[in-house]
């Protein structure tokens, strides 16, 4: 590489003084501009820089860096990247989508691909979180609607071991945080999610009821809201499976809860509610009652599993409350 080659991130300036300083450590201060610097930490062969950049929650993040570095590497090397293209950027302050075109060539072929990224703000910094992808150009990928994404809580954080607070009226306001909550939600991924999540000590979660006769989480199905919700009459009966929490992003460990569970709560109307609930959706209602009583899904997990986890949650902790890179 000289000092006149043309950085690979679209820019038309030269590499060391368009992308270097960034991939030495300097910060980008918008996600577009982490977009691009990744795109040519890819084309660069640049692992350690992808891996420093890529949040937690991401479907890519690897607890075997090793292993992660070399994949990355993997994919650098069999790929020519020919250009980039945005095509649309939306940013918050914490919390940003950027999608683009990506042209390359693999095994002699010309291939392109739109993704859609989404990009979160930790302790001042931009990590990529996760990708939607569509092959070729593919511009129905961006989305229209403004963002209106909270920022998360994380494990460490103290809001999610308090016990919340009852909700003692339904206003305007709970209405709002109910709908942002539900973009909150889809935006990252999940398929519930509490009101101590994303910064807010009281007695509400949502869920996204899973489709009838999917016992996995399969097509999105409708959002409940549960108000002051209380549990009840656990069946006898129990299931063991794999949980994860966005508040704990990359951990997952099995944790066995009643199949059966009676709910008592007031909707978002404020109409009391009785259900007697089973399965995935009980699963889901479970985890996220813990939440509003200071519970997490850890806590669960039997001595051996915790203990097996331990260092990698620990990292988790590090890297998003100390700005610590992996
Ligand atoms: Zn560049
Ligand atoms: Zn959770």
């Known amino acids: 590489m000289t000092k006149t080659t ?25 996600a577009e501009k982490l977009m ?47 250009s980039l293209e945005i095509l649309d950027t939306q940013e918050q302050d914490h919390f940003a989508t950027v999608t683009f075109v990506a042209h390359l060539e693999q095994d002699k072929k010309d291939v392109s691909f739109t993704e859609r990224s989404t990009f979160e703000k930790i302790k001042g910094k ?42 003692a009226k339904i206003t305007d306001k709970i209405r709002a ?13 999940g398929i519930g999610l509490a009101a101590p999540q994303v910064h807010h000590s009281i007695q509400l979660f949502i869920i996204r009821k899973p489709e009838e006769s999917k016992s996995e989480q399969g097509k999105p199905g409708e959002v409940k ?3 002051n919700p209380t549990l009840s009459e656990p069946s006898s009966e129990k299931w063991t499976t794999s949980e994860g929490c966005l508040s704990i992003p990359s951990i997952h460990g099995d944790v066995e809860r009643p199949k059966e569970i009676t709910v008592d709560y007031t909707d978002l109307e404020g109409v009391l509610q009785k259900e007697k609930i ?49």
């Open 36 to 82: 691009r610097l990744r795109y040519s930490a890819y084309a660069l062969n640049l692992p350690t820089y992808i891996i420093k950049t890529t949040h937690p929650a991401s479907s890519q993040f690897n607890h075997d860096l090793s292993k992660w570095s070399h994949d990355v590497s993997e994919f650098s090397q069999h790929t020519i990247f020919k």
């Open 177 to 189: 945080l109910v709908e942002e909550m539900t973009e909150t939600m889809d935006g990252c991924n």
């Open 6 to 30: 043309t950085c690979p991130c679209g820019s038309g300036h030269p590499y060391l003084t368009c992308c270097n300083p960034f991939h030495k450590g300097l910060a980008p201060k918008t």
């Open 126 to 167: 931009w990590l990529y979180r996760s990708g939607l992808l569509s092959a070729g150009h593919a511009p129905n990928l961006i989305t229209t609607n403004q963002l209106r994404i909270l920022p998360l809580a994380y494990y460490g954080d103290p809001i999610l071991r308090k016990v919340a607070e009852p909700v």
């Open 278 to 326: 089973s399965g995935w959706e009980a699963r889901i209602i479970m985890h996220e009652n813990d939440h509003i009583n200071g519970i997490l899904f850890i806590d669960h997990l039997s001595k051996i599993e915790r203990r097996k986890l331990e260092p990698f949650i620990n990292a988790i902790c590090k890297q998003i409350h100390n700005g610590t890179e992996l």
């Open 225 to 227: 809201v549960f108000i």
